[in-house]
């Protein structure tokens, strides 16, 4: 049974680490991984000396953290409000939690229209609020100032739905008679959460948090090229090492330093995850990832 997913693991994530070897030549197709030239640390000088490089790493990881923080506090906080309504009425949480469900099978290209309803600069409802309202309209996809909010809210809105659905499946796993002796010594809705399911949670948050941290130098590539419709404007807030990368394939066809930008990102993803877990075994050795 478990032969289709090794296999796809093995095609899509082992395999292709062959390739890396193009990190440290002057690739050329013709001539393939074993007879392309060999530069050395060449196409990470390139990467690293670029004037762009180090904004777009911290582009890329001030962003990634600021989705993960919010999404882990939304995502705990309507897991916890959809149980509460299960309590009360089943059939209305399962409407709510289809409907939050339902943007994490969109793709970023439906979802980046969404925005573009929102956000155009000529019709888009934000315009037509501003302007009923007396203020000047704002032309959204040529000022970079409001889309690290905008960003992080659409991830949010697109992906809080799974981690819901997640959650809120480790909450009903957990023993109903521990919530009947809390209640039977007087204690309230709001301490059982804080109190039994928040410190129950605790060892799947942990894991999510250090897997997340491992791709922390890996943006979403669809949020930040699709849904800011890839606006030359906005590149000081929205341009990230993956949106980077793929102009600079495909405006120079530069297979070794995007070779390269991939094995930094691989690298550093599992420096931080290892450091994490680290810290967390350091902690509490029963809530680490290994």
Not at 4 to 15: C, D, G, I, Q, R
Not at 118 to 140: I, K, M
Not at 163 to 181: G, K, R, S, T
Not at 185 to 214: E, F, Y
């Amino acid at each position: 049974m478990g032969a289709p997913a090794l296999l796809l693991l093995l095609v899509f994530n082992y395999l292709p680490m062959a390739g890396l070897v193009a990190a440290f030549e002057d690739y050329r197709p013709r001539e393939g991984f074993l007879h392309s030239s060999w530069v050395g640390l060449e196409n990470f000088r390139y990467l690293f000396t670029g004037g762009d490089t180090w904004h777009i790493t911290y582009n890329t990881v001030l962003m990634n953290a600021l989705i993960i923080a919010a999404t882990l506090v939304c995502s705990l906080a309507l897991a916890l409000l959809l149980n509460e309504i299960r309590d009360l009425s089943p059939r209305v949480a399962k409407v709510y939690q289809s409907a939050m469900f339902l943007p994490f099978v969109f793709s970023w290209v439906v979802v980046s229209y969404f925005v573009l309803a929102f956000l155009d600069a000529d019709h888009g409802l934000a315009n037509q609020v501003l302007t009923a309202l007396g203020r000047h309209p704002v032309d959204w996809y040529a000022d970079p100032g409001p889309w690290r909010i905008v960003l992080v809210v659409v991830a949010v809105w697109k992906g809080v739905g799974f981690w819901v659905v997640a959650y809120l499946a480790a909450i009903l796993a957990i023993d109903p008679e521990l919530y009947e002796a809390a209640a039977i010594d007087g204690a309230s809705r709001w301490q059982q959460n804080r109190r039994i399911t928040l410190p129950l949670l605790t060892p799947m948050i942990s894991i999510n948090l250090l897997l997340d941290v491992s791709h922390i130098f890996h943006a979403d590539f669809g949020l930040f090229f699709q849904v800011p419709r890839n606006s030359t404007p906005l590149y000081p807030t929205t341009d990230v090492i993956d949106t980077y990368v793929y102009r600079s394939l495909t405006s120079l066809g530069d297979v070794g330093m995007s070779a390269a930008a991939g094995l930094y990102q691989a690298f550093v993803g599992f420096v931080l995850v290892v450091g994490a877990n680290w810290l967390v075994r350091r902690r509490n050795p029963d809530k680490a990832l290994f």
